[in-house]
């Protein structure tokens, strides 16, 4: 039964454009949902240091039989029934550590963003293999077709006694060459399709097939120090570090607020019974008793622990100065590169485009020479497989011209918004 549900469910192929695949890659990305965990802990962080503030209920029994005086049970009278309330009224430190949750949050949120522009990365770039290797596999598949009608030309001229033999082998071996090389681009373009699907969360067997089409060229910064300046204001990882060097500052403030007094809400209550021998022992016996008051802590000495927390808060915020600094240098370094690596690019493809054009026009010309008897066939399908090669050599400058663009979008923080 294994074996024919295995038959019956053969590898999807799945057609996506960019955008699909990148709104796709956001859903169910396992690196996302992560991060998003992440998130969903930090805030979960903040309910927790704010709960002293919140009013804490207990109740409970001190249920014990008496003999003699009535001796206190966990620090209490021993009452069939009681009920406590406890909650924190002034307390500075706790404060200040409910301020560092909330920072610690909020670069929890910063994070996921950061992740979700690398998965956005990822998926645009394998995006761009796999189509770029389709291109190239249907080009070398046009390439096979040319020289197959080479070598029928050939063969035709030899057995006319117009060509040597030599030259029908010589057909042969460049026919089995680019046969070769036809399936090796199309294993590569069925693994670029495979990855893909594999990026995007779908089965090991399964395959994404980019959807045809021309896509609009994505707009990148119109000089290097307008990249560098947008890259710097929105980078994620300088704001995560900002955000978590304002919560080791709030830190240090919780640790030296330890020193300051604090005072608590307290509310008891209990019922007594008269077996615990509270009227034999006592002027008067009341079976309902409760108390509400406030509870003062003021520490006198608090030992080397104070300070020592303080310094150790106070280096980390030091060492988070430093990465920042060097966050902003490094984002610099590497938006300038990659603006330059962008417009090298460009002018790659725009080399590889007037090689195709020249390659393009020649095949032109053979074709009107051979209308005239001044050209073979053979000369025009060599020509033709020259301009595929062309072809493949524009398709890879235009798919580096494109990932490079990614690059530079990626260091300024535009990627996501300019594909979806």
Known sequence: ??????????????????????????????????????????????????????????????????????????????????????????????????????????????????????????????????????????????????????????????????????????????????????????????????????????EPNDQVRPAPGERAALAVPESAEAAVEAALNSSDEIRSLESKLLAKRLDVRSERAGRLPRMDLVAQYALFARFNNYARFYNSFQRNNGELGVSFQVPLWSGPAVSAAVAQAEAEAAQIQIRIRTARSRIAADTRKAWQETKQAETGREIARMDLDVSRDQVSVLLAQMEEGRAALRQVEEARTGETDKWIAFYDAASTAEKARLALLRQTGELTAALR
């Open 1 to 202: 039964m294994l074996l024919c549900c295995a038959w019956a469910c053969p590898a999807e192929v799945r057609t996506l454009s960019l955008r699909e695949a990148v709104d796709l890659a956001l859903k169910q990305s396992p690196e996302v949902v992560l991060a998003r965990l992440d998130e969903e802990r930090a805030a979960q962080a903040v309910r927790l240091a704010h709960s002293p503030f919140v009013p804490r209920v207990v109740v409970g029994s001190g249920l014990a039989y008496s003999n003699g005086f009535p001796l206190s049970m966990d620090g209490s009278a021993p009452a069939p029934f009681q009920a406590n309330a406890t909650s924190s009224i002034f307390d500075r430190s706790q404060c200040f550590r409910v301020a560092a949750s909330r920072e610690n949050r909020r670069a929890a949120e910063i994070d996921v963003a950061a992740r979700q522009d690398e998965v956005v990365y990822r998926t645009a770039e394998t995006y761009l293999d796999a189509e770029n290797a389709a291109r190239i596999a249907d080009t070398s598949r046009q390439e096979v077709a040319a020289l197959g009608r080479v070598l029928e030309a050939v063969r035709a001229r030899a057995a006319e006694g117009r060509e040597l033999s030599i030259e029908v082998k010589k057909a042969e071996l460049n026919l089995a060459r680019a046969r070769y090389h036809s399936d090796v681009l199309e294993s590569n373009a069925e693994a670029a399709r495979i990855s893909l699907a594999s990026l995007l969360g779908f």
